[in-house]
T-cell receptor, first 115, second 113 residues
Framework: GAVVSQHPSWVICKSGTSVKIECRSLDFQATTMFWYRQFPKQSLMLMATSNEGSKATYEQGVEKDKFLINHASLTLSTLTVTSAHPEDSSFYIC???????????FGEGSWLTVV | AQTVTQSQPEMSVQEAETVTLSCTYDTSESDYYLFWYKQPPSRQMILVIRQEAYKQQNATENRFSVNFQKAAKSFSLKISDSQLGDAAMYFCASTSGTYKYIFGTGTRLKVLA
């Protein structure tokens, strides 16, 4: 199956700093990647859809200036949490769609703790 | 708009027994796809099974099968011969032409030895 790798798995940063999370499709080209946030014991909340070579589409209520998404190549999308605050602490997970197929594969997820 | 509903927050099953997880959905699209994903304690989302709405035949993957009732908009997951490794959160999801996935709230499955 398609492999999606997410890095880092765990990150701790100080309040006010920025942190970047990478999502890579290892064995396929992903024209579309998705970024989710998952709160404890809750479902996945779609934050944005990332299309290679174009601006990301953000879901209602998600601050685009705070959660910067870049999809510079067909195998890499990045999520940068800018000026992080403790309330941004969460589990972030990316997924990538295999071109031509209506199936997405998930990365391992990243735990962000802002102190 | 698409919605996905999982009405069972938690289920338990005895090892080697069979359990069914429920999922209902609503969509105005004629072409859509339904999925079950498993999320173990590691939090990695793992695709369990996939069903195309235009296919009448229920999807099957080894011990996992679905009961797809299109008219009732129901998509349940049956796990046969349950194993300890099946314990996880299970999420039902749907997608259509936009490829945006809508997830249900999840069902926590406990497998009792």
């Amino acid at each position: 199956g398609a492999v999606v790798s997410q890095h880092p798995s765990w990150v701790i940063c100080k309040s006010g700093t920025s942190v970047k999370i990478e999502c890579r499709s290892l064995d396929f080209q992903a024209t579309t990647m998705f970024w989710y946030r998952q709160f404890p014991k809750q479902s996945l909340m779609l934050m944005a859809t990332s299309n290679e070579g174009s601006k990301a589409t953000y879901e209602q209520g998600v601050e685009k200036d705070k959660f910067l998404i870049n999809h510079a190549s067909l195998t890499l999308s990045t999520l940068t949490v800018t000026s992080a605050h403790p309330e941004d602490s969460s589990f972030y997970i990316c997924s990538a769609r295999v071109g031509g197929r209506n199936t997405i594969y998930f990365g391992e997820g990243s735990w962000l703790t802002v102190v | 708009a698409q919605t996905v509903t999982q009405s069972q927050p938690e289920m338990s099953v005895q090892e080697a027994e069979t359990v069914t997880l429920s999922c209902t959905y609503d969509t105005s699209e004629s072409d859509y796809y339904l999925f079950w994903y498993k999320q173990p304690p590691s939090r990695q989302m793992i695709l369990v099974i996939r069903q195309e709405a235009y296919k009448q035949q229920n999807a099957t993957e080894n011990r996992f099968s679905v009961n797809f009732q299109k008219a009732a908009k129901s998509f349940s997951l049956k796990i046969s011969d349950s194993q300890l490794g099946d314990a996880a959160m299970y999420f039902c999801a749907s997608t259509s032409g936009t490829y945006k996935y809508i997830f249900g709230t999840g069902t926590r499955l406990k497998v009792l030895a």
